[in-house]
Nanobody, 123 residues
Framework: QVQLVESGGGLVQAGGSLRLSCAVS????????MAWFRQAPGKEREFVGG???????SYVDSVKGRFTISRDNAKNTAYLQMNSLKPEDASVYYC?????????????????WGQGTQVTVSS
């Protein structure tokens, strides 16, 4: 089991940018597939995007072209760069890790989760 700690959330105006970080404990980060999910009040937690251990990425359609996921295996950290933010992007963002090599969009495929970081977008 690993521990995940998100940071970088905050308040931003619509059209602005934020970069979220997910620091992962453990010596096997490079073998994990990482993903970002988000959950708005009253809604289910939804997949945003993910990056496999080999660097392959997948995104939900609503963020394609605006969000970019990356990872730095030397720093045991995954990132979510969010540009052109919209009010509907406001949510608590969670990072998640799984030992498989494929980016899955299913929450139950992920073994470990962070505590979440709040992103607020003002219009």
């Amino acid at each position: 089991q690993v521990q995940l700690v998100e940071s970088g959330g905050g308040l931003v105006q619509a059209g602005g940018s934020l970069r979220l970080s997910c620091a992962v404990s453990g010596r096997t980060f490079s073998s994990y597939t990482m993903a970002w999910f988000r959950q708005a009040p009253g809604k289910e937690r939804e997949f945003v995007g993910g990056i496999s251990w080999s660097g392959g990425t997948s995104y939900v359609d609503s963020v394609k072209g605006r969000f970019t996921i990356s990872r730095d295996n030397a720093k045991n950290t995954a990132y979510l760069q969010m540009n052109s933010l919209k009010p509907e992007d406001a949510s608590v963002y969670y990072c998640a890790a799984r030992r498989g090599s494929i980016v899955s969009r299913a929450r139950n495929e992920y073994d470990d989760w962070g505590q979440g970081t709040q992103v607020t977008v003002s219009s």
